[in-house]
C-alpha cells in the first residue's frame, strides 16, 4: 500500500490517468469553497508536503497538455494525500 500509494508512483499514476480519459463536458461553476480547497492544496501538497515536486509537476503537466482536466488533477491529488495519510495511520 505504501509503494502504490507513494508520491512518485501516484503521481505518475494521475497523468497516465488522465492522458487516456476522455472528460465529459459538464461545467461545473467556480465558487468559494472550491477555490479555498485548491489553495488549501496547493499549501499542503505543493509548499509543506513532501510530495510538493510531484504536485507542482501535475499541475504544469494538466495546465499544459489538459488544462480542463486541472480540476480532476487536483481532486486525484487530494484523494492520494488521503490515501497516504491512511496508509501511514493503519499499516505498519
Do not use: N
Not at 490517468?17 to 476522455?22: A, D, H, R, W
Not at 488533477?73 to 491512511?86: E, F, N, Q, S
Amino acid at each position: 500500500m505504501k509503494r502504490i500509494y507513494s508520491p512518485r508512483k501516484y503521481y505518475q499514476c494521475i497523468r497516465r490517468e488522465l492522458k487516456e480519459l476522455k472528460l465529459p463536458v459538464v461545467t461545473v461553476p467556480a465558487d468559494w469553497q472550491r477555490l479555498l480547497a485548491f489553495f488549501r492544496a496547493c499549501l499542503r501538497l505543493g509548499i509543506l508536503g513532501k510530495e510538493r515536486y510531484q504536485y507542482r509537476h501535475l499541475l504544469m503537466w494538466a495546465l499544459v497538455r489538459r488544462p480542463r482536466w486541472l480540476p480532476l488533477a487536483v481532486t486525484l491529488a487530494i484523494y492520494g494525500y488521503h490515501y497516504r495519510k491512511i496508509c501511514e495511520l493503519h499499516i505498519r
